[in-house]
């Protein structure tokens, strides 16, 4: 552990530098990394090259020579690796022996490289192959009612891959699409929908080159997307004020070192936020309530002083709806309520909201912070409540920017991934394809869950991703998990998930992103979405691990031709031979967005699929952009009570996700383990706890049912007050499945109800 002078853990040097060489050095020890993996380096966020498989951040017009991050670079080295998870591993590991392994020592197994069947007599994964395991799939899907069965995605597949999935499952007969994105930023699709008509962010990248202003909550650039890290330090160059909202001081949100220029050999380093401000979890309401408090007041005085106004009045008359019940709210509500929910002083507030009061141009950008809350609809609101006093949506160098997460998890939504019907133009699928689609919405996540808990849902086919390792009540979860009929993966290595399986189970290894995917009509572009909404076209080079692999289009054409009746005009192996006809479709679904699809694949910069909002047409209920009153403060959906905590689970440097690199988060100083309590040196203090001792953490709901995670060495950090923090997915059994945002029903990981036990 690396330490503060208060003695707090902590990383001293910026985030960039030295030490993120230093981690794409391990990882490609670790990966046996090839000069061709290297190569695969070079190609990456380039056109005629592929997209990163990490994050979702925008890929610029422009890129650097190396355009990818530290952690962009072990995704693809990580994919890339050396090492092969063959049938013979799966001979010499049981599947029992297999769940007792560590998430991180299943991975490093390496690539899959066959298809295996779960073989229930010995307990082993045995080889089979592709013709048997459609066959076999597709006879058990015909078996079962469609609407007993899922279909997951994890958000990494591409455009085509996604749109032919979707369509499988309204062709079998069911809405049951929940991805990746329910346990994410589903808050931001239903919250951007109602308040500004538009379920997804409003800033373009050339909008960061013009913004005075950044209101950022609850987001690890550093870690999570920190390519974005340049555009901030341009950004902050520009003398752009950076205002910073998390409960951690984030290395990579207080000071960044470009690898890639000059500052490596100089040791300077760029700062990123103006200002830090260390909101309790939770506390985004109150706190943004605070800004708009004093935002008002400006106005008053102002007005007073010389009749101008600071608000946006002729963009509020004209565009905005709710606006006085709004006003009458911030009105109401005292400061002393606003301090103590958000936890920061007015003094702060006042100062940070009067940079918002200078400022021409702002945006406001949030992550998970934001999203993972009971009260994560009020949460985003809140931002665009901000943004809507200044008329900052619309406009350039403003907008509302939810950062999102996998590098297509945007995208899928766009082509059909959806369990909302509302959300999908059934019409036109149904007169395109010639049949009569499913009209009655599907399951999401948590309602996935609770099927499989109450034995209603009786398959669960996974489009990538670690499903069950990623929600929430893993324990009750994983033993309901193998009542089901059938379980099938389509991965690229081995994770949880696979293990936990039902009494039919398929595990498909498909080729990544980065590998070169020839079909008849010769090697494949595939097409992925980017936070910004930029569609960019990607090419893989590298020589696939295994020749037994199949793309992730393929597999998914296998299994709906052996589960479907055919259909003329739903030709799978002519999109499988061309992936361009998979494309033509999807503009034939979607004429405004995709036109000219196959034309414009590697348009520098990616072609923008549009956005109502930006054009200040408001697709909501009034026509107008909607103000939302908070009817609470706190997001967290419950009560402070002595003794109760709010638990804020985090990611690490070193993870993707469910997939742990190592046990290195060196961004936070924390070293060699992940089995850990942060917490404030005064609350450890006065709750009796040295640093290093073992506690148990007991999950607080007042549901009756038993949670508990132990061996946890408790680590001093600064974080405020009543709130501690630990790493998902390792805290994962301690979040009931009903602590979810109560629109979106989004897991609210960042602020569960724990205990500590001795
Ligand atoms: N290397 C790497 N990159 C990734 C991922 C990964 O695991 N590893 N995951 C990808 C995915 S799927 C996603 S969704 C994104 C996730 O990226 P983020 O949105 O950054 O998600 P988290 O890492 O969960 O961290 C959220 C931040 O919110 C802060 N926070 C917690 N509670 C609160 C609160 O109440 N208020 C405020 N203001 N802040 C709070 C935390 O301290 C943390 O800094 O990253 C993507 N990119
Ligand atoms: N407590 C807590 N829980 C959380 C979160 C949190 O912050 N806290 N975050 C939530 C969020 S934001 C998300 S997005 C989910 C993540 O949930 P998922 O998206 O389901 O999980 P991942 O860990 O990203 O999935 C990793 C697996 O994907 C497979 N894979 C990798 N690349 C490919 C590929 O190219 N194709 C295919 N088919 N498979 C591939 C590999 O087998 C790998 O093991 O977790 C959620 N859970
Ligand atoms: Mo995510």
Not at 106 to 130: I, K, N, Q
Request: glycine share 10%; aromatic share 8%.
């Amino acid at each position: 552990m690396k330490k503060a002078k208060d003695g707090t853990v902590g990383y001293s040097s910026p985030s960039g530098g030295w030490g993120s060489v230093r981690g794409m050095a391990r990882i490609a020890r670790t990966e046996g990394s090839d000069p061709a993996a290297f190569r695969t380096l070079a190609r990456q966020n380039k056109p005629g090259g592929f997209m990163c498989v990490s994050c979702a951040w925008t890929k610029p017009a422009h890129p650097h020579p190396f355009e990818f991050c530290e952690n962009g670079a072990k995704a693809t080295l990580w994919e890339a690796t050396r090492r092969r998870c063959t049938p013979d591993f799966f001979a010499r590991h049981s599947v029992a022996e297999l769940q007792r392994w560590s998430d991180h020592d299943l991975e490093e197994a390496g690539r899959l490289t066959h298809p295996m069947r779960f073989d229930e007599a010995s307990g082993h994964y045995v080889p089979c192959s592709w013709e048997e395991a459609c066959a076999a799939i597709g006879a058990e899907l015909r078996a079962l009612e469609p609407k007993s069965t899922v279909f997951y995605t994890s958000g990494r597949a591409s455009l085509e891959t996604s749109y032919a999935w979707a369509l499988f499952a309204r062709l079998y007969g069911h809405n049951n699409l929940p991805d990746s994105s329910n346990m994410c930023h589903e808050t931001t699709s239903v919250a951007l929908s109602k308040t500004i008509g538009s379920p997804i962010g409003t800033s373009v990248l050339d909008d960061f080159n013009h913004c005075d202003a950044i209101f950022f909550f609850g987001q690890n650039t550093g870690t999570n997307s920190p390519r974005f890290l340049h555009t901030l330090a341009e950004a902050s160059k520009r003398g752009c004020r950076i205002v910073t909202f998390n409960p951690l001081r984030e290395k990579g949100l207080l000071e960044f070192r470009n690898p890639q220029s000059t500052e490596m050999v100089t040791g300077g380093k760029t700062e990123i936020s103006s200002d830090y401000h260390q909101v309790k979890a939770g506390g985004d309401i109150a706190a943004i309530l605070g800004l708009c408090k004093h935002v008002l007041a400006e106005d008053d005085r102002r007005l007073a002083a010389d009749g101008k106004h600071v608000l946006d009045w002729d963009f509020l008359e004209q565009h905005t709806h709710g606006f006085r019940e709004f006003v009458a709210k911030v009105r109401g509500t005292g400061w002393e309520e606003i301090e103590r929910e958000s936890g920061l002083a007015r003094a702060d507030l006042e100062s940070a909201a009067q940079i918002y009061v200078d400022s021409e141009r702002t945006i406001g950008i949030y992550g998970m912070g934001l999203t993972q809350h009971v009260r994560g609809f009020e949460n985003v609101a809140s931002v665009v409540n901000l943004l809507l006093l200044k008329g900052n949506i619309g406009r350039q160098g403003t907008g509302v920017s939810p950062v999102r997460g996998h590098s297509n998890v945007q995208g899928q939504r766009t082509v059909g991934i959806a369990e909302k019907t509302k959300l999908v133009p059934l019409d036109r699928l149904a007169e395109q394809f010639g049949f009569d689609p499913p009209r009655e919405d599907g399951v999401n996540t948590v309602e996935a869950c609770e099927g499989i808990l109450d034995g209603s849902i009786k398959a669960f086919l996974s489009l990538g991703g670690n499903f069950v390792r990623a929600i929430p009540e893993t324990r009750r979860m994983e033993e309901a998990w193998q009542r089901m009929r059938l379980t099938v993966n389509i991965a690229t290595r081995l994770n949880r998930s696979h293990l936990i399986n039902g009494r039919v189970a398929y595990l498909l290894p498909c080729l990544g992103r980065s590998e070169e995917d020839i079909q008849a009509s010769g090697p494949q572009v595939v097409t992925m979405e980017d936070s910004l909404s930029c569609i960019h076209g990607s090419i893989g080079k590298r020589k696939p691990p295994s020749p037994d692999l199949r793309s992730e289009l393929a597999i998914v054409a296998g299994i709906a031709k052996a589960t479907l009746e055919p259909n003329p005009n739903v030709p799978w192996d002519a999109w499988v031979g061309d992936y361009a006809k998979v494309r033509d479709a999807i503009e034939a679904t979607y004429p405004d967005m995709f036109v000219d699809f196959n034309d414009r694949l590697f348009t520098p910069g990616g072609f923008y699929r549009g956005n109502s909002a930006r054009e200040r047409i408001w697709k909501t209920e009034s026509g107008k952009a909607e103000f939302t009153v908070p009817d609470v403060l706190n997001a967290t959906g419950y009560a402070d009570e002595s003794g109760r905590w709010r638990l804020i689970t985090l990611r690490s440097n070193d993870q993707f996700n469910t997939t742990i690199y190592g046990y290195s988060d060196r961004l936070r100083g924390i070293e060699g383990t992940r089995q850990v309590l942060l917490m404030n040196p005064e609350e450890m203090r006065r709750a009796g706890l040295s640093e290093g001792q073992r506690v148990t953490l007991v999950s607080d709901a007042g549901d009756g049912v038993a949670r508990e995670v132990d061996g946890l060495a408790v680590t001093p950090y600064r974080l405020p007050d009543g709130c501690v923090a630990g790493y998902y997915p390792e805290l994962n059994p301690l979040i009931p499945l009903a602590h979810h945002d109560h629109a979106s029903k989004t897991p609210a990981a960042k602020s569960v109800p724990v205990r500590i036990r001795i």
